[in-house]
């Protein structure tokens, strides 16, 4: 069964990872084993003016600076996916239909791309959080 969201097409429209060369292994370990919030994470919507059934998401990963300890990468991340949602399909929320299974799919895509491009780095891989986006979809 197909589902009534289709990803036309992605792509990544920004990777950065900077090293940081002033970072202890003690820091290295503690950041690699901190919880979620030291990194920053958006969501942004946008739709063809001519049809309501074709999205554009975009998801903004970045690491925090002001977090503590100190970070082993700087870290900022945007992919950008082309969506499509079945004319037949009916629901009564599709802007929060697109945001929660849209970045989902991104998100999805943007945790293993980080894991591999860091993992060539000198503090190892980074290993992004599960993220509920349903929870940070607006009601």
């Known amino acids: 069964m197909n589902s009534p969201l289709q990803l036309e097409h992605y792509f990544f429209e920004r990777m950065e990872c900077v090293a940081n060369p002033n970072i202890t292994a003690e820091e290295v370990s503690a950041w690699h084993q901190a ?9 942004e919507l946008g739709t063809n003016p001519e049809s309501d059934r ?10 925090d ?3 503590q300890p ?4 700087e870290l900022s ?3 950008v996916g082309m969506f499509v949602v079945d004319e037949q399909f009916e629901h009564n929320d599709l802007e929060r239909l697109i945001r929660v299974n ?7 895509a943007m945790r293993e791309f980080v894991a591999l491009f860091t993992s060539r780095g ?3 891989a980074v290993k992004l959080p599960t993220v ?7 009601q």
């Open 102 to 108: 849209g970045a989902s799919v991104l998100y999805s």
């Open 54 to 63: 074709e999205w554009q998401v975009v998801v903004e990963f970045f690491t």
């Open 35 to 43: 919880d979620e919030s030291r990194f920053g994470l958006r969501v």
């Open 132 to 138: 509920n986006f349903r929870l940070l979809a607006p």
């Open 77 to 79: 991340f945007s992919a």
């Open 70 to 73: 100190n970070s082993p990468y």
């Open 122 to 124: 000198p503090w190892g």
């Open 65 to 67: 600076p002001d977090y």
